[in-house]
């Protein structure tokens, strides 16, 4: 295994630096890291593909970390609900140590490789179901035993870690290792590891969505009207669609509930 998320920091004396220093040396680092994920657009690729058709059957998607790799998880999945309609349950982040270690450390959270699967087996997982292990290192316990359990109950498996040929790599049927190297602050993996883990899943779930046919052209047609600001846009959208003033297009979305189904029926409907 190739820990490069662990080797030294390119750089030196960061307390001597000026604050200017220190953001351009963090902004240079950061630059590298779209590069180093666009290497794993094939893995990515082929974890998409396998994700829409068990979804396409009634499947849902999992992510499991700890620490800054299982809030990534709940944030991903957590988005999807407001920006495509689709079930709470259908995308689901789990976090090692609970709903309680997003804003605060669980101690020896990650080190259980049991908790996983126990965790897992809360929502009903099945091989229907795909399971996602995200972490930087690719050696979190807590992340080896969930997909180890879930390869033996027949699931796709997949992973999102930052360094090569580690051991959760190794257990995931479909890994995708982003290796973007050393951290700005040696070992922080919450910086460039951390980016690259939100990149993957903001193409994962995304391009999953626009398969699963939840965006038309390129709007989020299913999208949760939620506050102000989202009535807003998609007023915007069903004018766009429609050539209909705004007053009607309001009163649409207030009979059909979204974009897609105001558009669907605005020619057919008497306001």
């Not at 959208?237 to 050539?243: E, I, L, P, R, S």
Request: proline content about 3%; glycine content about 10%.
């Amino acid at each position: 295994m190739n820990r490069t998320t662990e080797q030294d920091s390119n750089y030196k004396d960061l307390e001597k630096m000026s604050v200017a220093e220190l953001l351009q040396g963090i902004n240079k680092e950061d630059k590298t890291v779209p590069l180093a994920v666009e290497k794993s657009i094939p893995a990515i690729e082929k974890v998409v593909n396998i994700i829409v058709d068990k979804m396409s059957n009634g499947g849902r998607l999992f992510y499991i970390g700890a620490g800054t790799s299982g809030r990534l998880g709940i944030l991903d999945a957590s988005e999807c609900p407001p920006t495509y309609g689709v079930p709470f349950d259908m995308v689901v982040g789990i976090i090692a140590g609970g709903d309680k270690a997003i804003r605060k450390a669980v101690e020896n959270a990650e080190d259980n490789s049991e908790q996983a699967w126990k965790d897992l087996q809360a929502f009903n997982i099945s091989d229907k179901d795909v399971l996602i292990g995200i972490a930087a290192s690719g050696t979190t316990p807590y992340v080896i035993g969930g997909l180890k359990m879930a390869n033996e109950y027949g699931l796709e498996t997949a992973c999102i870690v930052c360094n090569s040929g580690s051991p959760v790599a190794a257990i995931a049927k479909h890994p995708i290792e982003v290796v973007v190297g050393p951290e700005f602050v040696t070992g922080s993996t919450r910086m460039k590891s951390g980016t690259a883990q939100k990149l993957v899943l903001n193409m994962i779930s995304t391009s999953t969505m626009i398969r699963l046919g939840r965006v038309k052209g390129n709007k989020m047609v299913d999208m949760r009207l939620s506050n102000v600001k989202l009535v807003g846009r998609a007023v915007n959208m069903v004018m766009q669609a429609t050539g209909l003033d705004s007053g009607t297009a309001q009163k649409l979305l207030e009979r059909y509930g979204s974009v897609r189904k105001a558009v669907d029926n605005a020619a057919s409907s008497e306001l």
